[in-house]
């Protein structure tokens, strides 16, 4: 059975740093990543990460302030939320690409999602 496993959510003040973590079981894994959707607006790419090189891509939102990085032997994921803000306030889902497709990192449809973890940040 394929699973994700995601922790590291939380309430947080506006510039406190925040570390999500996603393992990822029964199942290959080519590409993860994490969405967030926060209330009452659209899905939104975040960052992702190949496990086959070292390939990764941030959502403009995010740069300079969150890093993704993976642990193979693990095969999980992390996400480093430095300097939050309170726009960054969503459910944030890990994401997984079985088999890397060659798309764009945010255009890739991935095959599991996770169940969500909630990140708040107030001013």
């Known amino acids: 059975q394929v699973q994700l496993a995601e922790s590291g959510g939380g309430s947080v003040q506006a510039g406190d740093s925040l570390r999500l973590s996603c393992t990822a079981s029964?199942?290959?894994?080519?590409?993860m990543g994490w969405f967030r959707q926060a209330p009452g607006k659209d899905r939104e790419y975040v960052a992702a990460?190949?496990?086959?090189?070292?390939?990764?891509k941030y959502s403009d939102s995010v740069k300079g302030r969150f890093t993704i990085s993976r642990d193979n032997s693990k095969r999980a994921v992390y996400l480093q939320m430095n300097n939050l803000k309170p726009e960054d306030t969503a459910v944030y889902y890990c994401?997984?690409?079985?088999?890397?497709?060659?798309?764009?990192?945010?255009?890739?449809?991935?095959?599991?999602w996770g169940q969500g973890t909630q990140v708040t940040v107030s001013s």
């Open positions: 994401v997984l690409k079985k088999a890397f497709s060659g798309a764009p990192m945010e255009q890739v449809r991935f095959d599991v």
């Open positions: 029964g199942t290959a894994v080519g590409v």
């Open positions: 990460i190949r496990f086959d090189r070292p390939s990764l």
